[in-house]
């Protein structure tokens, strides 16, 4: 961690987007970002964004200092919501769970995009969005 906060460029990153999500949707995590940029915004995705810090191999406490860092550098969080995420309200990962509240406990505004399609609303705010046809709306 000492590495980390001494390193000055680290320090003073900035995104626009942190994207909360499941490592299974890779794919998927990649178009999201592709159209996301296409938009303006800079994503942070952390097997993407932060291969020198953080190891899938790896993982640690650290590991969570590093994601918390990383939201706090994010303007906002994107929380993208597959079977592989959530299950129902309930998110299936704990590394996802660690996201969301530490965006809460920072007050960082917090979208989804819902790809699961069964009509639970989620308490933060939903994001139209045709993946396919690279569209993400941000105008809510």
Same mark, same amino acid.
């Given at each position: ?8 460029? %680290?320090?003073? $990153?900035?995104?626009? =987007?942190?994207?909360?999500? #499941?490592?299974?949707?890779?794919? *998927?995590?990649?178009?999201? +970002? ?38 706090? %550098?994010?303007? $906002?969080?994107?929380? =993208?919501?597959?079977?592989? #995420?959530?299950?129902?309200?309930? *998110?299936?990962?704990?590394? +996802? ?44």
């Amino acid at each position: 961690m000492k590495r980390f906060e001494a390193d000055t460029i %680290q320090n003073k $990153k900035h995104y626009s =987007v942190f994207v909360s999500h #499941s490592f299974k949707d890779s794919n *998927l995590i990649k178009q999201i +970002i592709s159209i996301l940029n296409k938009q303006g915004f800079s994503c942070y995705c952390d097997w993407l964004s932060d291969n020198d810090f953080l190891k899938r191999s790896l993982v640690s406490e650290y590991t969570k200092e590093v994601l918390k860092k990383r939201i706090e %550098q994010s303007d $906002k969080v994107l929380l =993208v919501r597959t079977e592989n #995420s959530m299950t129902g309200v309930k *998110l299936n990962s704990p590394w +996802i769970e660690l996201e969301i509240d530490h965006s809460i406990s920072l007050k960082k505004p917090i979208y989804y995009i819902d790809l699961l399609g069964d009509r639970i609303k989620l308490p933060y705010t939903k994001l139209s969005q045709d993946i396919a046809a690279g569209i993400i709306d941000w105008s809510v």
